[in-house]
């Protein structure tokens, strides 16, 4: 099974490769801090994205995070990885 580490490049939904920059884990569950990739490989600071992983079949998926309250709880343990 693959696991997602820091600096992984992942291509989210909307064909944007992003790379994880940070992670966490809340109530058993891995969530990854992204950000996007510019053309040119250059981190855009302003692009983030919060991904949930799901594990399902030796395969490890991830699903963007819509979820406002959820984002507000796990906002706090991702900001001491990034500060």
């Known amino acids: 099974m693959m696991d997602i580490k820091l600096?992984?490049?992942l291509t989210l939904?909307?064909?944007?490769k992003y790379v994880v920059v940070a992670k966490t884990e809340y109530?058993?569950?891995?969530y990854d801090y992204l950000l996007q990739l510019?053309?040119?490989g250059i981190t855009l600071?302003?692009?983030a994205a919060i991904v949930k992983e799901e594990k399902e079949n030796n395969s490890v998926y991830v699903i963007q995070v819509n979820d406002e309250n959820l984002?507000?709880?796990?906002?706090p343990l991702f900001e001491s990885q990034l500060a």
């Open 45 to 47: 600071r302003n692009k």
């Open 38 to 40: 510019a053309p040119n």
């Open 27 to 30: 109530m058993g569950v891995s």
């Open 7 to 9: 600096h992984t490049v």
């Open 71 to 75: 984002l507000k709880t796990l906002a």
């Open 13 to 16: 939904d909307n064909n944007q």
